[in-house]
Antibody, heavy 118, light 110 residues
Framework: EVQLVESGGGLIQPGGSLRLSCAAS????????MSWVRQAPGKGLEWVSV???????YYADSVKGRFTMSRDNSKNTLFLQMNSLRAEDTAVYYC????????????WGQGTLVTVSS | QSVLTQPPSASGTPGQRVTISCSGS????????VNWYQHLPGTAPKLLIY???QRPSGVPDRFSGSNSGTSASLAISGLQSEDETDYYC???????????FGTGTKVTVL
């Protein structure tokens, strides 16, 4: 069974950094496209970043230059390093894995809350 | 800023059919596949449709997807009370080099 568990969220001051983790089980992170999406309070879903099985990474313009996505194949874990955090980055962050042939992810974690506030 | 436009709300009585539209452009829906998600805020999104019209195993056949040009649609037939939540379309955008979500539609079961 595919399972994704996010961690690392919390309260952080503007300008600070956080690293989110997404531990995967039931499949191999390096063999699948993986994504991060987020939902700010009262807002819709927003795509953040994606890493292909081949290692190509794309970012949304809103986080480009501040967020870095990576994976540790030995730990079967996905990461999102978030720097220069802003109030508008406050959201629940979800990691997702694509096990179907095309499109965005089909399996998702329960999410981790990031609150950027002084 | 979402580039896929959905109606903010849709509603129906139990048993009715509800359709949600998703309007995009040639750089996203017009050239890439569409996924549809069901999402209760604070919980994991659930994939309902992938590749425009394919249902993952476990998704009831009450849910169906279709495409036409630069628009996509999700239909929910035999509406049930547990269908009351938010729905989003998503597609890759060739110009933005990233995925885009629709603005989201809240379905209410009257």
């Amino acid at each position: 069974e595919v399972q994704l568990v996010e961690s690392g969220g919390g309260l952080i001051q503007p300008g600070g950094s956080l690293r989110l983790s997404c531990a995967a089980s039931g499949f191999t992170v390096s063999s699948n496209s993986m994504s991060w999406v987020r939902q700010a309070p009262g807002k819709g879903l927003e795509w953040v970043s994606v890493i292909s099985s081949g290692g190509t990474i794309y970012y949304a313009d809103s986080v480009k230059g501040r967020f870095t996505m990576s994976r540790d194949n030995s730990k079967n874990t996905l990461f999102l390093q978030m720097n220069s955090l802003r109030a508008e980055d406050t959201a629940v962050y979800y990691c997702g894995a694509r096990t179907v042939p095309t499109g965005l992810a089909d399996c998702w974690g329960q999410g981790t809350l990031v609150t950027v506030s002084s | 800023q979402s580039v896929l436009t959905q109606p903010p709300s849709a509603s129906g009585t139990p048993g009715q059919r509800v359709t949600i539209s998703c309007s995009g452009s040639s750089s996203n829906i017009g050239s890439n596949v569409v996924n549809w998600y069901q999402h209760l805020p604070g919980t994991a999104p659930k994939l309902l449709i992938y590749s425009n019209n394919q249902r993952p195993s476990g998704v009831p056949d009450r849910f169906s997807g279709s495409n036409s040009g630069t628009s996509a649609s999700l239909a929910i037939s035999g509406l049930q009370s547990e269908d009351e939540t938010d729905y989003y379309c998503a597609a890759w955008d060739d110009s933005l080099k990233g995925y885009v979500f629709g603005t989201g539609t809240k379905v209410t079961v009257l």
